[in-house]
C-alpha cells in the first residue's frame, strides 16, 4: 500500500507543499482538511491510525513519549520526525525519498528522525 502522510499541526506547511509540488500525486493532508486544529496528540495518533497515516510532525518533545504508549494498546501508521532545525528542502527529499521507495507496511509502529 502507498504510504500516505499526515502533517502536525506544527508541521512547517512549507513542507507540505513543497512534497505536493513536487509531486503531486502524494496524499499528504494537513491538520485543516483533517479538521485536527488543536488536537490532543492521542486524538492526532488514533486519527492517523484509523485513517493509515503517517504523522509528519516538529514535536521532539511530546509525541515520541505518546507514541511509545500509543503501540502498546493500538497499531500506528508511524510517526516521521523532522527537526526544526532542518531545513525544508533536506525534509521534502527525505519525504519524497520514502514515499517513493518504500511500502505503508514497512513504517508500521515505527518512528524515525529526519532527516536520517
Not at 485513517?51 to 508511524?78: C, M, W, Y
Request: net charge negative; hydrophobic share 40%.
Amino acid at each position: 500500500m502507498k504510504i500516505r502522510f499526515q502533517a502536525d499541526e506544527n508541521l512547517n506547511q512549507a513542507i507540505v507543499y513543497g512534497v505536493s509540488r513536487r509531486e503531486p500525486s502524494v496524499d499528504f493532508q494537513t491538520p485543516q482538511e483533517a479538521g485536527l486544529l488543536g488536537a490532543t496528540d492521542q486524538t492526532l495518533l488514533q486519527k492517523c491510525a484509523f485513517e493509515n497515516r503517517i504523522l509528519v510532525s516538529h514535536d521532539i518533545k511530546t509525541i515520541p513519549g505518546r507514541f511509545a504508549e500509543f503501540i502498546t494498546r493500538q497499531t500506528s501508521a508511524g510517526v516521521l520526525l523532522i527537526p526544526q532545525r532542518a531545513s525544508v528542502g533536506e525534509a521534502i527529499e527525505t519525504l519524497l525519498m520514502i514515499w517513493n521507495s518504500c511500502d505503508a507496511s514497512e513504517w508500521e509502529n515505527r518512528i524515525c528522525y529526519l532527516p536520517h
